[in-house]
């Protein structure tokens, strides 16, 4: 027996090359916005493609793990869409192969990718993530290519402001052009302007070097007060003309890699064994600390170390009594009084600083502690979220049974941002230590767990838990809401009405009706016992119910235009909708006990039976036009009826 059949490998077909696109379309979203976050920090910096290549390739490794969940969610729901779509999963079915059958190849292709996942969190990512975020905070401090825009100034070069006019490409001539130089200091600075000038780069890329035809220089003299110069408008600056000067100014346009030491102690550039590892470090540099911290309160603050072992208010009464503090207090000046509160005032502010920066210490390396638990339980989350992801989208989109991008594609972002959501602001509070780390981490996959039970539940069992039809009729009945009658003329019509038989029965249905909105007493208020606690069945309305849709049904068959319009006229009754909200007795039992809904259910009762009160007296007079229509008919054809039932009702009522 073959272990993997022709529908395993017709199912994992289908699914392996929609994920595999999928997977490319989410990672370069994700790529892109992670570029996005810095590219005003990265563009204009004249970096090679051999470092923007290394870079996304850090990044790729990186952000993979978080491509994978939204990648198997929208390729499930695209390929099992697909198969509803084009009924391949009805057919499945019908050969009886089980929805669960179905999900089983792609089920161990998932759980593959799931052990993927976390291989390249726990292995991969964290040296990927050393080595992309040296490269980023290198290329931050690489200094930006010159690209000196024409008609504004320029801050491209460190302690340099640029204006250019104009300039030839061809030559690299700048022409019109003023320079603001801080280089020296801001009570130094230098204003140079010149008809024209060059800008060309050293061979090391080290300096630049700055040539200028024809021109000015402003130098300020404010930083040389101090050597017997009057800071006056007489004499503010230093003023210089030339025919040609040249600058060199330092200028680093060489990408060097920081050192990459300084960042593996972020928890992202740990393995789960690394951050055991840390963790354990930390709270032992913890512990001593909060020793140290005592001990030094115990020797610092407190002279007499027996009051932590007395009770304060009786520690001042014992010193009071031997010496009264008013009575010291009577016998000092108000200087000295003045000088020791003051003293007094000045210690107890030291204390405070002193003891909130030992709080914002022990804060911080608490705060590093629940960051690398993050990180930890962060790893095998994320990895198990393939795995949820998989039972949400292969049921929604059996029962969705819509492929392409259009519908899976919303229906899958729109999961995956209330999932983004939910996990940032868990993650957020767990980060600040509002809720324990490891719900902070997990929250997100517990709320997962369960729809993907349900809904796989419900697709096995072809549920319609996301028809649209459903739903709108529940709610219709939820709120009274009628369809109306729509019955046209039928161009074939295989059995004519009975209107013999009819004739009477439309007058017994009218007098009935009558008869019973005159004994119900439909405008009174409901008894709210009555509603919620003695449930009763109103057999009556029920018999006429079924009659007039009998009724009604015979002629639907009529030929007789005038006949469909007042049968459609006829308002459709709900049964039971004036006598108890549900049809099970301990549904009402609940709804009556709690009373503001109960209140709201007994209006909706009382709503009710003020509607059939209007149904009924719409019902009676439709019959009696209906009595009308139908003695046509039997005139047209069948006038011995009539004259036998006239004849009759004569014997009867002399």
């Known amino acids: 027996m073959t272990l993997i059949k022709k529908l395993d490998l017709f199912i994992l077909k289908k699914f392996l090359l929609v994920f595999a696109a999928a997977f490319c379309i989410t990672l370069f979203v994700f790529m892109m916005q992670f570029t996005w976050r810095y590219v005003d920090e990265l563009i204009g910096k004249g970096l090679t493609l051999d470092i923007l290549a290394q870079f996304y390739w850090y990044m790729g490794i990186t952000l993979m793990p978080q491509s994978l969940p939204l990648a198997i969610l929208l390729a499930s729901l695209i390929t099992f869409g697909n198969m509803a779509e084009q009924l391949e999963l009805l057919a499945m079915k019908a050969a009886g192969v ?186 032992l540099v913890m512990d001593s600390l909060g020793t140290s911290y005592y001990d030094n309160m115990r020797r610092a603050y407190l002279r007499n170390p027996d009051i932590l072992r007395r009770d304060s208010a009786k520690y001042i009464a014992a010193v009071e ?41 022990i804060d911080y390396n608490e705060g590093q502690v629940r960051r690398h638990w993050l990180e930890w339980h962060k790893k095998m989350a994320l990895a198990l979220s393939c795995l949820l992801f998989f039972f949400i989208g292969v049921p929604l989109g059996a029962i969705i049974s819509k492929g392409g991008l259009g519908m899976p594609a919303v229906v899958s972002v729109l999961i995956f941002i209330a999932y983004f959501i939910v996990d940032t602001a868990a993650f957020k509070m767990a980060r600040d230590g509002s809720i324990a780390v490891w719900l902070g981490t997990w929250i997100s996959p517990l709320i997962l767990l369960p729809c993907g039970a349900y809904l796989t539940i419900m697709a096995n069992r072809d549920s319609v838990v996301f028809n649209k039809d459903a739903y709108i009729h529940f709610f219709r009945r939820l709120l009274g809401i009628r369809t109306k009658r729509n019955l046209w003329r039928k161009e074939v019509i295989i059995y004519e009405p009975d209107y013999a038989a009819l004739y009477p029965e439309v007058v017994r249905l009218s007098e009935e009706f009558q008869y019973y909105r005159e004994r119900k007493k439909l405008y009174r208020a409901p008894n709210y016992k009555h509603i919620f606690f003695r449930r009763r069945v109103d057999h009556t309305m029920e018999d006429l119910n079924e009659r007039l849709e009998a009724v009604v049904e015979q002629l639907s068959n009529s030929r007789n235009q005038q006949i469909l319009r007042e049968i459609n006229k006829i308002p459709q009754i709900y049964v039971y909708a004036h006598t108890h909200p549900f049809a099970r007795k301990r549904y009402n039992i609940l709804v009556g006990l709690c009373f503001p809904i109960g209140v709201l259910m007994w209006f909706r009762i009382w709503r009710f039976r003020l509607r059939l009160m209007k149904d009924i007296k719409q019902i009676v007079k439709r019959m009696d036009r209906l009595h009308g229509l139908i003695e046509q008919e039997l005139q047209r054809t069948n006038p011995e009826f009539l004259r036998n039932a006239e004849t009759n009702d004569n014997l009867t009522n002399p």
């Open 321 to 361: 009594h031997v010496a009264h503090f008013d009575t010291i207090l009577a016998k000092q000046t108000r200087r000295k009084v003045s000088n020791a509160v003051q003293g007094a005032r000045n210690a107890v502010q030291s204390y405070i600083f002193d003891l909130d920066w030992k709080s914002k210490t």
């Open 98 to 283: 089980p929805l669960i059958r179905i999900m089983r190849p792609i089920l161990m292709v998932v759980i593959l990718l799931t052990g993927i996942s976390f291989y390249f969190q726990n292995k991969a990512a964290p040296e990927a993530q050393v080595s992309m975020r040296q490269l980023l905070f290198s290329m931050k401090q690489t200094s930006p290519a010159l690209e000196i825009p024409e008609g504004q100034f320029y801050n491209g070069v460190p302690k340099v402001n640029l204006f250019v006019q104009r300039k030839t490409a061809e030559t690299g001539m700048l022409y019109d052009v003023i320079i603001y130089k801080t280089d020296r200091g801001f009570d130094r600075a230098q204003i140079v302007l010149a008809d024209s000038g060059k800008l060309e780069m050293s061979a090391d890329k080290m300096h630049l070097f700055l040539e200028l035809w024809q021109g000015e220089q402003f130098e300020s003299l404010q930083g040389q007060s101090g050597l017997g110069l009057q800071q006056s408008a007489e004499a503010p600056f230093d003023r210089e003309s030339f025919d040609y000067k040249k600058f060199i100014i330092d200028f680093d346009a060489n990408f060097s890699m920081m050192d990459a030491e300084a960042l593996r102690n972020m928890p992202e550039t740990k393995n789960m064994r690394e951050i055991e590892l840390s963790v354990d470090s930390m709270n």
